[in-house]
């Protein structure tokens, strides 16, 4: 390869063609299982601090409702992992669900 890059390049690219139909849809799945990870980072702090407001009652939401003292209030009582909480069990369903559409989309 390295004594002659051109005529090796067009060697092996016959080869790689036949390998296409394989790598078009592991590519896909990749792919998709990285946008079910990035996603999953954003939803997840929402999901998190939307659920902690919703079972405030009024007089509490009222008074420490917004979501940045919501966020405050979970990063001093667990730490930023709290903000992550359930970020694995999303994963657990987004990640196969993701790559596996992906890799199947025609």
């Given at each position: 390869i390295i004594l002659n890059p051109p005529a090796s390049i067009a060697k092996y690219n016959?080869?790689?063609?036949?390998?296409?139909?394989f790598i078009t849809p592991f590519?896909?799945?990749v792919a998709g299982g990285l946008a079910a990870v990035s996603s999953q980072m954003i939803v997840v702090p929402m999901d998190v601090i939307s659920q902690k407001?919703?079972?405030?009652?009024?007089?509490?939401?009222?008074?420490?409702?917004s979501a940045l003292h919501v966020v405050k209030s979970v990063v001093a009582n667990d730490g930023w992992s709290g903000i992550y909480r359930g970020f694995?069990?999303?994963?657990?369903?987004?990640?196969?669900a993701g790559s596996i559409w992906?890799?199947?989309y025609a």
């Amino acid at each position: 390869i390295i004594l002659n890059p051109p005529a090796s390049i067009a060697k092996y690219n016959n080869q790689l063609q036949s390998l296409l139909p394989f790598i078009t849809p592991f590519s896909g799945g990749v792919a998709g299982g990285l946008a079910a990870v990035s996603s999953q980072m954003i939803v997840v702090p929402m999901d998190v601090i939307s659920q902690k407001q919703m079972v405030m009652d009024d007089s509490t939401y009222k008074h420490r409702g917004s979501a940045l003292h919501v966020v405050k209030s979970v990063v001093a009582n667990d730490g930023w992992s709290g903000i992550y909480r359930g970020f694995g069990l999303s994963l657990f369903t987004s990640l196969p669900a993701g790559s596996i559409w992906w890799a199947t989309y025609a």
